[in-house]
């Protein structure tokens, strides 16, 4: 495990800028202090970036303040995700935090995909996404969050999780959603995630009722060992899906967007190349 938190923990920020530049999408602005940063754009639709996010030490430990901040504007297509999963490991006290504000202007359209999150027993960790749109902005993204590794039988059994998924249109909030695990008894009481211990949220935004059919014929054939609800907040699409496994969650969330994608973004969907690695 890493040993920042003897020192107090790693302080880093990212903040990306985009913009729309002849035929395809730049990254304009990029500015970092510790150890946040991004791989090359990659390109396999032209107009549309393609950017891995990357955070060298490998996971989060107590003491840890990571804050990442992007910014769309002029007509700017971008897609975001990551090479792995995020650790957020064991803490002896300290609370680790990864604050993520995602702002997408007019015009533009954010495709936010990262790997999943992963909460070790004993973490004191508190992730928060703010997600700030203009009028006419388009959105897809998740986040998908595993308490322990239950394939390897590493169970979180207590420790404290806040997370916090925030989605702002306007000026006017469409969603908010908070939640706190402090032991396994939250992951195994029926009113909260009765036994499952992974839990993916996805939101989309411009979503109309015949598409929300669509999605609704598209999760009805997928794993039964899951469970998937699906609600349409005027036109904000937010499907939370409950399962034992981060991948297959994952699937049904990737089933989603590729099929919301069509019609929401005008393509089909391009999955980015570290997803097969």
């Known amino acids: 495990m890493p040993c920042a938190e003897a020192n107090r923990g790693w302080k880093a920020e990212l903040n990306l800028g985009f913009k729309r530049k002849l035929e395809h999408t730049v990254l304009n602005r990029h500015a970092q202090f510790g150890p946040l940063t991004v791989q090359r754009p990659f390109y396999p639709e032209k107009e549309t970036c393609h950017l891995y996010l990357l955070h060298p030490p490998g996971g989060v430990v107590g003491g840890d303040e990571l804050r990442i901040n992007v910014r769309l504007e002029e007509e700017a297509r971008v897609l975001l995700t990551t090479p792995g999963a995020t650790k957020f490991y064991r803490s002896m006290g300290a609370l680790a935090q990864q604050v993520q504000t995602l702002s997408v202007a007019d015009g533009c359209a954010l495709e936010w995909l990262p790997q999943e999150n992963i909460f070790f027993d004993q973490t004191r960790s508190h992730l928060s996404t703010r997600i700030v749109?203009?009028?006419?902005?388009?959105?897809?993204?998740w986040e998908i969050n595993c308490y322990g590794r239950p394939a390897s039988r590493d169970l979180f059994t207590k420790g404290l999780v806040r997370t916090r998924l925030e989605v702002i249109r306007g000026g006017a909030p469409l969603l908010l959603d908070q939640l706190l695990i402090e032991d396994?008894?939250?992951?195994?009481?029926?009113?909260?995630?009765n036994g499952y211990s992974c839990f993916g949220t996805l939101v989309a935004t411009q979503v109309s009722p015949r598409l929300l059919d669509l999605v609704r014929t598209i999760v009805s054939t997928r794993d039964n060992r899951q469970l998937v609800g699906l609600s349409l907040l005027d036109d904000l699409l937010v499907a939370r899906c409950l399962g034992h496994y981060s991948e297959s969650i994952a699937n049904t969330l990737r089933s989603i967007w590729g099929a919301l994608r069509p019609e929401l973004l005008e393509r089909e969907a391009c999955h980015p190349r570290i997803w097969s690695t």
Not at 133 to 141: K, N, P, Q, S
Not at 184 to 193: E, Q, R, T, V, Y
């Open 184 to 193: 396994a008894s939250a992951l195994k009481s029926p009113g909260s995630f």
């Open 133 to 141: 749109l203009e009028d006419t902005a388009r959105f897809i993204g």
